[in-house]
DNA sequence: TTGAAAGCGCTAACAA
DNA sequence: TTGTTAGCGCTTTCAA
């Protein structure tokens, strides 16, 4: 697949209801040199080779202090600044990572992004964060820019379904995956026990005295989403209680209004739950919205329970009971797992689990 | 006073840091060649130059279909990938846009930067977002990925301050603002018009009869934040109503808790506001979820007016009447203003101001 | 300690 | 239509 390139940006942006107000023309600047010049500029002005100048720019010891002193001052004179894009083709790396996470606008992935971000930039690299909409095409399409040198390497926050694609056509690129992982999809993994998690939720909910609970989910092509399905079925049958198939829901998109319908839907029916575990605070969110909007009273008429501790779920009304997931530590593990992966390509990178928690607050 | 308290954080997950299940040892690869290999290969396997190999990636013209399909075949057996670092390097463009936010973390601006990253990739180009956290060393330091070839242009939505400082070391540099603008720094922007949306805030409020009008605003390194000042003052005094001193309160960051704080202090006083008009949805869901803390009913006892029209803001009770602001092309019209400048460095790019609209719902 | 020079892999001007 | 070749700006041997 040949490469197409759209050059060029046509647009003459004719925006309708934009009022325009002042128009702004080219600065000064003009067809002028560029910004920077070259280092060859920075070494003939400075009286030394290239090689020196180079050598102070990254700092090798090797060099006369007070040559030194005189590259450094017509650097800072003339306001040079090394192109990276030389640089890095010359070392054949491009410092940049890659994140794709499968709805970016989920503030769940906000806050482990800034996890992987804080992280990387700590270790010199900067973050090329992917929306993927948990697409293998999409997903498969920028997984392409490692190959193509775009980046060194790849977190990927997608489903197991499009992970196990990746790993077929590609076992040796350097990747890891985080909160969504198969470990036997034989790439470096961090995340939370899921199933346990879930079982933490459901027996919560069962020890307040909750018999019918229902559970909605994401959509499948997770495992995580497999994984705390079992959770909470394997906790209803160790506490012999019922689990009807009509208490199980799964959506295929994690926002309020997903969730806002699900719980609708379910307590619409004869027999309905006295209790709704959601597989994340953003559904959970809708779920109290919709069963206020049929005017069921939370926690009196159905308990909710959510999963992940957003900042937002200590602020609703009733506040959120839910699994927290320490979500920075996630993210910075993730890179951090990356990273030793790119520095030792045949060091042997552990899968991580990391502790989850049951806060529980007023919604259940 | 901020929200609920943790009621109960029962720990029930002891798992020590990290449970390190199995261990990934380096996949196949081995000192491999990389992957890939260079146009070069590609161009003897299939019998041709290099040149060749170059103009049938890049879609020119002048290829025979024959040889054209020849060089794709071999493309396609050897799973060639174009290094686009050298690309880059030789077209000296790094096709990649820098997005410098304060906080990703706010759902606000992670709806604007799925905008630009949208219509970026829609020509060709990649994000690379950065979050500033508002400081203005770290947006320089950011901002310096353009002087060094990473960055082909860059958006930002930082402080005013911050732009200004900025632009006083680099006019010529391409970029633009976006939400926070300031015309006379002299570069394209894209925004609302502040000042009227504040005063439509606060008009809808006096209209419902509320006349102790109090502001928690964002600080005033923001011009957004000036500007809705004052709109709300001139709206205040056009109503001939008191604006007091004790009823406006700036505060460092938008978050939630910020906003529940400062929501308590302020009818902690005597003479407490009616209404509270914040300036960001975020702290709006802290103001409500403060009021409640202290035992104020939403809107009877104060009504609230957020701004920007979050997702959220229709899932909370009660929900909240806010200012929509078009995120989505507010990102949008910011990435198209910056690729204009990019294809056309002398071009005349306008100020664009898009529309907002007031969204009443049940909180004042 | 310093410099000369070879390339990294690609694109594009120029020739054929 | 195709090939030859000169760099893009840098890092890094290798020699001095």
Redesign the interface.
């Known amino acids: 697949m ?12 004719p ?1 309708s ?14 067809a ?1 040199p ?3 010049g070259s280092i060859a500029g920075v070494a003939q002005r400075a009286g030394v080779s290239v090689a020196t100048v180079s050598r102070v720019l990254n700092g090798h010891a090797n060099v006369r202090p007070a040559t030194r002193e005189r590259v450094l001052a017509e650097v800072e004179a003339s306001g040079y ?6 640089r ?2 010359r070392t ?1 790396e ?1 410092r ?1 990572l890659l994140t794709m996470v499968p709805d ?2 989920n ?1 769940f992935y ?2 482990i ?2 996890g992987i ?1 804080a992280l990387a930039r700590q270790h010199g690299y ?6 993927t909409g948990a697409d293998e095409g999409r997903e498969r399409s920028y997984f ?7 980046a060194d390497g790849a977190i990927c926050l997608d489903p197991a379904t499009v992970q196990h694609a990746l790993a077929a056509e590609s ?3 350097p990747w890891v995956a985080c909160c969504e992982f198969d ?1 036997a999809v ?3 993994y961090v995340g939370i ?1 899921n199933y ?2 879930a079982g ?1 939720a459901v027996r919560h909910l069962i020890a307040r005295g909750r018999r019918r609970i229902a559970l909605i989910n994401s959509d499948e092509h997770y495992l995580y989403a497999q994984q705390r399905r079992d959770g909470y079925l394997d906790a209803l049958r160790d506490a012999g209680l019922d689990a009807r198939d009509a208490w199980r829901v799964d959506v295929h998109c994690l ?2 209004d997903a969730g ?1 319908k699900a719980a609708a839907a379910l307590v619409r029916d004869g027999e309905a739950p006295d209790a709704i575990f959601a597989v994340s605070d953003t559904l959970a ?2 779920v ?2 919709g069963l ?1 909007g049929v005017g069921r009273r939370v926690p009196d008429d159905v308990a909710v329970v959510g999963f992940d501790d957003l ?2 779920s ?6 959120l009971t839910t699994i927290a997931q320490p979500m920075r530590e996630l993210g910075e ?1 993730a890179a951090r797992l990356l990273l030793q992966r790119l520095a030792d ?18 919604s259940g």
Chains 1, 2 share one sequence.
């Not at 128009?23 to 003009?30: I, L, N, S, Y």
């Not at 600044?81 to 030389?86: C, G, I, K, T």
């Not at 200590?314 to 506040?319: F, G, H, T, V």
Request: charged share 20%; proline share 8%.
């Open positions: 040949a490469a197409q390139p759209q050059r060029g940006v046509s647009a003459s942006t925006v209801q934009a009022a325009d107000a002042d128009a702004v023309t080219a600065t000064a600047a003009g002028a560029a910004h920077g600044r090394v192109n990276e894009l030389a890095n083709l054949a491009s940049l970016f606008g503030p906000a806050e992004v800034r971000d900067f973050m090329l964060l992917c929306d392409d820019l490692l190959r193509r040198h775009r076992t040796a690129l470990p034989g790439v470096p026990d346990r998690a933490d926002d309020y806002a969110v809708g109290i919205n206020r900042a937002l200590a602020q609703i009304d009733p506040p593990t390509p045949r060091a042997s990178v552990p899968g991580v689990l990391l502790p989850h928690r049951l806060v529980v607050r007023g």
